[in-house]
């Protein structure tokens, strides 16, 4: 699917979606410049690819020095040679509604979740930093297209991503850059467990009702995600694909 050439950024490298993304990638035969926060946590998924030499951990915390981000996507570039692809799973959950609502949090989230989405997106799509061919990918949610009670800026900051993408595909179009967003339902990772943890025992029990083929594994992400990065792909763009299980 991919050759050692094609070098691939992704976040969220450490843990649950961008984990399984970066393995796949490698498994792909893609490189791959893993980012995430946690050394400890990225070097044991290093140690799990199949190939640990085509994998590079990168340790950044998004939300510090954000406005730098752009630059920062293209130092990797010159440093690495251009990116084929960007894939963007770093991202925080939150289970909130409109009587908790406040500025703040708000903020904050839509950095995480939004604005700090669009400033990598900035980086690669700059024809300094992106191969002619290649994809930008946003792992955003199916709170994005079916937003429910509690996901109140979650959906909001992922709906906000899924336009962008949609608009930012008719823009690098002509550059022959794609552009995707993968929609997933739930996905067993700690952020799910995290979520599992503070709602109460019932909440898995619940929400499982509603999922016809189970929750999703990170792995059921990451093969549609390593399609639509590569070459494969070379027609599709702006579309949001939901995963999940037959749920909605
Ligand atoms: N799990 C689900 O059910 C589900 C469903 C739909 C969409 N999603 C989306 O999928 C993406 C990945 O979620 P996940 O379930 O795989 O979560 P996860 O296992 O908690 O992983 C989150 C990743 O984001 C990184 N991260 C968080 N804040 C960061 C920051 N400020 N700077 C840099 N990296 C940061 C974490 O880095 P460290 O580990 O190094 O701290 C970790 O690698 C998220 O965007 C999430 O909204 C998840």
């Known amino acids: 699917?991919?050759?050692?050439?094609?070098?691939?950024?992704?976040?969220?490298?450490?843990?649950?979606?961008?984990?399984?993304?970066?393995?796949?990638?490698?498994?792909?035969?893609?490189?791959?410049?893993?980012?995430?926060?946690?050394?400890?946590?990225?070097?044991?998924?290093?140690?799990?690819?199949?190939?640990?030499?085509?994998?590079?951990?990168?340790?950044?915390?998004?939300?510090?020095?954000?406005?730098?981000?752009?630059?920062?996507?293209?130092?990797?570039?010159?440093?690495?040679?251009?990116?084929?692809?960007?894939?963007?799973?770093?991202?925080?959950?939150?289970?909130?509604?409109?009587?908790v609502y406040g500025l703040e949090r708000a903020r904050r989230h839509f950095d995480i979740n939004f604005h700090v989405p669009l400033l990598l997106a900035q980086g690669f799509c700059d024809r300094r930093a992106s191969a002619r061919g290649g994809a930008l990918l946003f792992v955003a949610s199916a709170s994005a297209v079916f937003p429910e009670k509690g996901h109140l800026l979650y959906g909001a900051a992922k709906a906000a991503l899924a336009a962008a993408a949609k608009s930012i595909s008719q823009e690098v179009a002509p550059r022959g850059v794609r552009v995707h967003c993968l929609s997933p339902g739930i996905v067993d990772t700690p952020m799910e467990a995290a979520a599992e943890a503070s709602m109460g025992a019932e909440y898995r029990q619940n929400q499982l009702q509603g999922y016809p083929l189970g929750f999703g594994r990170p792995e059921d992400v990451a093969v549609m995600a390593a399609f639509l990065l590569s070459g494969q792909a070379a027609w599709i763009t702006g579309q949001n694909f939901v995963l999940a299980g037959g749920r909605y």
């Open 1 to 99: 699917m991919f050759t050692a050439d094609q070098t691939i950024l992704v976040t969220g490298a450490s843990s649950g979606i961008g984990r399984a993304i970066a393995l796949e990638c490698i498994a792909r035969g893609a490189r791959v410049l893993a980012c995430g926060r946690n050394a400890q946590r990225l070097e044991q998924a290093r140690q799990a690819a199949c190939a640990p030499e085509r994998w590079t951990s990168i340790q950044r915390d998004f939300l510090t020095d954000m406005k730098d981000i752009p630059h920062w996507v293209r130092g990797l570039a010159r440093e690495h040679g251009k990116l084929w692809g960007l894939a963007h799973a770093a991202g925080e959950g939150l289970m909130d509604c409109l009587q």
